[in-house]
């Protein structure tokens, strides 16, 4: 069960990461994309998704 669950948590952050890119590429509110900015707002997005699949 564990391996499953550490395996499932590696795709999903691969995949978490892969629409990260493209969500950043057409980032609506044109701020700047310092390495601080992007981690910011992935960790915002990632903690929004936790959320939604707690739900």
Known sequence: MSEFS???H???QETLFAMMGRVLT???NGRD???E?????TERVARSWWWK???
């Open 6 to 8: 550490e395996e499932h």
């Open 10 to 12: 590696k795709v999903a």
């Open 26 to 28: 057409f980032s609506r």
């Open 33 to 35: 994309r310092t390495p």
């Open 37 to 41: 900015a992007i981690e910011e707002q």
């Open 53 to 55: 699949g707690k739900t």
